[in-house]
Nanobody
Framework: QVQLVDSGGGLVHPGGSLRLSCAAS????????MNWYRQAPGKERELVAV????????NYADSVKGRFTISRDNAKDMVYLQLNTLKPEDTAVYYC??????????????WGQGTQVTVSS
């Protein structure tokens, strides 16, 4: 079955960096665009970054543009989110996400379990 496993979160000081990873399985990874979302306490889940199937196209929320970088390795079925120059307002649970159809059903949303990022001095 489809599985997305997030990892790499932690506690970091303002200005620090983290690299989040998402291991995908159970589907043809190279055919699916991938996304990272985040959800801060008391706030709605928001889209942070997207990457196309080949990795040639990326897009970012304005709040993270220039600081975060999404990438993927189709040989390893992995997607990454490099977080640089972290701010306290980046504190959230970060989720890997994919939306696709298996050809028999309408597109479904798939989520990782989330990884906590805490930015604090």
């Amino acid at each position: 079955q489809v599985q997305l496993v997030d990892s790499g979160g932690g506690l970091v000081h303002p200005g620090g960096s983290l690299r989040l990873s998402c291991a995908a399985s159970g589907f043809t990874f190279s055919r699916v665009a991938m996304n990272w979302y985040r959800q801060a306490p008391g706030k709605e889940r928001e889209l942070v970054a997207v990457i196309s199937t080949t990795g040639s196209i990326t897009n970012y929320a304005d709040s993270v543009k220039g600081r975060f970088t999404i990438s993927r390795d189709n040989a390893k079925d992995m997607v990454y989110l490099q977080l640089n120059t972290l701010k306290p307002e980046d504190t959230a649970v970060y989720y890997c996400h994919a939306r696709f159809s298996d050809g028999r059903r309408p597109p479904q949303d798939y989520w990782g379990q989330g990884t906590q990022v805490t930015v604090s001095s």
